[in-house]
């Protein structure tokens, strides 16, 4: 079964700096996808980035990019000039690529505060 | 484009009670997958549904159980309600194998 871990459960950054949450998964599939969730306190999971394995390439969005490592199975996201609307849970989240059952396994969350 | 809706937002239940929870999909999605997150945690997967079809269930037991309709809109129906199933339901929908884009939640307090 694929886990994937989150060992940051708080991070804080100041404001217009730069932060990055970790993520760990285990697999044993050599294709899938990961994703990060933002979970601001309105509850509504919101989709940050997506990657998809066999892509070399890191995913960008704005300010949002990761750095995947993949024989190292490390999947981690970069926040740059932090924002006060940044502050969050945010998740990390794998997904099998076939066309079964294509369920979400998270991992438990980093909580990121965002200093004025 | 509307977005994923649930309802209600929140509701209060007591012990050995019956709850449905539904869900709206956005636009065009033709799959729902519903998700429990307790207090502090990530959400757990318990079942997804594509084309009115269950494809796909989590670690829950048979009291929970959920329909898709002709619309791909969904429930979530939960029987004999413990205190454990105290939590943030989510609801998630997409089309076929993309991203899944969650709804707002229902937070469920068994008493």
């Known amino acids: 079964a694929q886990t994937v871990t989150q060992s940051q459960p708080e991070m804080s950054v100041q404001e217009a700096e730069t932060v990055t949450l970790s993520c760990t998964y285990d697999?044993?599939?050599?294709?899938?996808?990961l994703f990060w969730y933002k979970q601001p306190p309105s509850r509504q999971m919101i989709l940050v980035i997506r990657?998809?394995?066999?892509?070399?390439q890191n995913a960008t969005e704005n300010r949002f990019s990761v750095n995947f490592q993949k024989a190292a199975k490390s999947f981690s996201l970069k926040i740059s000039d932090s924002q006060l609307g940044d502050a969050a849970m945010y998740f990390c989240?794998?997904?099998?690529?076939?066309?079964?059952?294509?369920?979400?396994?998270f991992g438990s969350g980093t909580r990121l505060q965002v200093q004025p | 484009e509307t977005g994923v809706t649930q309802s209600p937002t929140h509701l209060i239940k007591t012990r050995g009670q019956q709850v449905t929870l539904r869900c709206s999909s956005q636009?065009?999605?033709?799959?729902v997958s519903w998700y429990q997150q307790a207090l502090g945690q990530g959400p757990q997967f318990i079942f997804q549904?594509?084309?009115?079809?269950?494809?796909g269930r989590g670690n829950f037991p048979p009291r929970f159980s959920g329909l898709q309709f002709p619309n791909y809109s969904s429930e979530l129906n939960v029987n004999a309600l413990e205190l454990d199933d105290s939590a943030l339901y989510l609801c998630?929908?997409?089309?076929?194998?993309?991203?899944?884009?969650f709804g707002p939640g229902t937070r469920l307090t068994v008493l």
């Open positions: 549904y594509y084309r009115e079809e269950e494809n």
């Open positions: 998630a929908s997409s089309l076929d194998s993309t991203t899944q884009y």
């Open positions: 636009s065009g999605h033709n799959t």
């Open positions: 990657q998809e394995a066999y892509k070399q």
């Open positions: 697999t044993s599939e050599s294709d899938y996808y």
């Open positions: 989240a794998y997904r099998r690529p076939d066309t079964g059952r294509r369920a979400l396994t």
